[in-house]
């Protein structure tokens, strides 16, 4: 009996290490319990993320319909009036010329930054809850998911510890540049595509490196990254075309200097990597091809950029300086950029000598110098045609102008080239904070310190919103009905212009189911159909703005009263309406009397039927 086979209780954990043998080396309890926990801290950074977004928008969360970004009110009601025109997609009621704004002419969806992807995607949202509810909601999740996005890519790609990729993510997500733009520009904030693109780039070059695998370029993989990357391309076009132009010119500009620091890469990778990026340009053409030249040539369509590179160009001192939505930030340097929702430069210089100090300290490794010489140069080319040093523009030339005038290129800001810098120097503090961690002695400590010191000043602070005026009755309450059919013309009055969109609200409100005349887009009204701000006023909405202005009633002759039908016909209008509580609504009321006859009161509306 003593040579018996061992009790239950003794024969267990032997059995329990052959089970575990018999698993799948990714399947065994210690890997299952280190996957959970490294799930879980991921998770958590994740989190913390969505957290400092839900902060820096806080000011919209009470009720999104009666609170405004404050520092950026107009295109905040422009973005709203895009998302309300891309819902209707889930209605069967869309495409990319809308005559629901700028009738009867109506507006190109794709020369405009109209974020269709992401209006489409949120359709459900704004039809339930409304525009602002949607505008809120993106302007929270793009930097959350761009900060999430990106601590995804340099802890997979980069295989960076927790703390290095949790710094360089948060500088993506929530530097100085990406929170001045959240005050209103979605299509700029919405970058969370970038690190994908970024990854399927890097996918294909090592698919095409032969020396990856004995036997040759990965075919397969090469081919799946093309597609891949043509898919992501081809979303980003309808999300920002200009954030997807600054990642093409900086990924060109990081593939020069990668291959100058790794030639025998370059050598071997080059034909089958070339071969990929055709074959991705050619699958995205194929869809894109229509929507482009839609974009450029189509109706309303503009081929140039209205926004003057002399204006929107960045001011040298605005490098060293902390932007004023920073915790260390400074109002007085409000002078040095266009206005609050430009401060892409702002990056102070503290994290500046980090930055370099990083990049001396990691050495000539190929990545180093590619994000070095793409730092460079797109902070070189944010400068614009002429440096500007402390407002004062010099006679000294920036690289940008041998860029200007070039197809495309035009419709870039030269500064918002500066918002390409965040990911390029959050990679240098990632491989710098990283290999620091890796290591002993006193770097352990002493980088990430030096890291989190340069980062500080540039904490972003809550956003600024205020309340905005309520809608009328008229609109909420769906009365515009009884004045015109669905699809029909509404005239707001005053009507809505670039510099006071405000009418369009009405139309956001009711899930833009009417058009209506003029208003806030970009179309082909410069001289000689370039591109420009609005439309032409006709003689009647000049005349009702000039009295909104100023109030007083003028006398109105045969003349203006025939000219105000002609415009109505023009317009394709059914109603024109005016709301009671309107700024100089006695004079307004008394002036469209004279051009329409008696009004009629329907809820909180003065209503004339054209």
């Known amino acids: 009996m003593s040579s018996a086979a061992p009790t239950a209780p003794d024969a267990a954990p032997d059995q329990a290490v052959l089970a575990a043998d018999r698993l799948p080396r990714r399947l065994r309890p210690a890997r299952l319990l280190t996957a959970v926990h490294r799930r879980r801290a991921d998770v958590t950074i994740a989190l913390l993320f969505v957290a400092l977004a839900g902060w820096l928008t806080h000011g919209l969360w009470p009720d999104p319909a009666a609170r405004v970004l404050a520092l950026n009110p107009e295109d905040q009601a422009l973005y709203e009036w895009f998302l309300a025109v891309d819902s209707r997609a889930l209605l069967g009621d869309f495409g990319l010329l809308t005559g629901r704004l700028n009738a009867p002419d109506g507006v190109n969806l794709m020369t405009n930054t109209t974020v269709i992807a992401l209006g489409v995607l949120l359709a459900p949202v704004t039809l339930l809850f409304g ?30 510890r927790r703390l290095a990729a ?23 904030t919405a970058q969370w595509l970038v690190p994908v693109i970024v990854w399927l780039v890097v996918r294909l070059l090592r698919a095409a490196d032969p020396a990856g695998t004995a036997d040759g370029p990965d075919r397969r993989r090469l081919v799946s990254s093309a597609v891949g990357l043509a898919a992501a391309v081809t979303a980003q076009v309808f999300i920002g075309e200009e954030v997807l132009f600054l990642c093409a010119v900086t990924l060109l500009v990081m593939a020069v200097g990668y291959a100058v620091a790794d030639r025998n890469l370059a050598r071997r990778a080059l034909p089958g990597f070339a071969g990929g990026m055709m074959l991705a340009a050619g699958l995205a053409l194929l869809v894109l091809a229509w929507p482009l030249w839609f974009q450029f040539a189509g109706p309303q369509g503009v081929a140039d950029g209205m926004f003057s590179p002399h204006y929107f160009s960045a001011d040298l001192r605005s490098w060293w300086t902390v932007s004023p939505l920073s915790v ?26 980090v930055a370099a100090a990083s990049a ?60 390409a810098v965040l990911p390029l120097v959050a990679t240098l503090l990632v491989l710098a ?22 980062l500080l000043p540039l904490l972003p602070t809550p956003l600024p919103t205020a309340e905005r005026p309520p809608l009328p009755e008229f ?60 439309t032409y006023q006709q003689p009647t909405s000049a005349l009702l703005a000039e009295v909104g202005r100023r109030g007083g009633q003028p006398v109105v002759d045969d003349r203006q009263r025939r000219q105000a039908a002609e415009d109505a016909d023009f317009w394709g209008a059914s109603c024109v309406a005016l709301a009671v509580d309107t700024t100089h609504a006695d004079s307004l009321r008394g002036t469209l009397e004279q051009l329409y006859g008696p009004a009629t009161r329907i809820a909180d509306a003065w209503t004339w039927r054209v």
């Open 360 to 419: 001396l300290w990691l050495g000539r490794r190929p990545l180093v110098v590619a994000c070095v010489v793409g730092t460079l140069v797109t902070g070189a080319l944010s400068l614009g045609p002429r440096v500007v040093v402390d407002g004062e523009r010099t006679a000294v030339p920036g690289p940008y102008a041998l860029l200007s005038g070039l197809p495309v290129v035009d419709g870039a800001l030269p500064m918002r080239f500066a918002l």
């Open 166 to 188: 949790a710094l360089g993510a948060a500088l993506c997500g929530f530097g100085p540049g990406m929170v001045s733009q959240t005050n209103s520009h979605l299509h700029m």
């Open 433 to 454: 904070v990283d290999r620091a961690l890796r290591g002993t002695g006193r770097a352990r400590r002493l980088v990430p310190a030096a890291v989190g010191v340069a």
């Open 131 to 160: 525009a602002p509810v949607t505008f809120a909601l993106l302007a929270m999740a793009n930097l959350a998911g761009t900060a999430v996005a990106w601590y995804v890519l340099f802890t997979r790609l980069l295989r960076a």
């Open 475 to 534: 609109i909420t309450g769906g009365h515009w009905r009884q004045c015109v059919e669905p699809g029909g013309v509404l005239v707001p009055v005053p009507l809505a212009t670039p510099r006071e969109p405000w009418p369009m609200r009405w139309a956001t409100a009711a899930d833009a189911a009417f058009g209506m005349p003029e208003g806030f887009f970009i179309g082909p009204y410069g001289r000689g159909g370039t591109a420009a701000m609005g």
């Open 328 to 353: 260390g930030g400074d109002d007085g340097a409000a002078r040095l950029t266009t206005g609050p929702a430009e401060y892409n430069t702002f990056l102070g210089l503290p994290l500046l000598l």
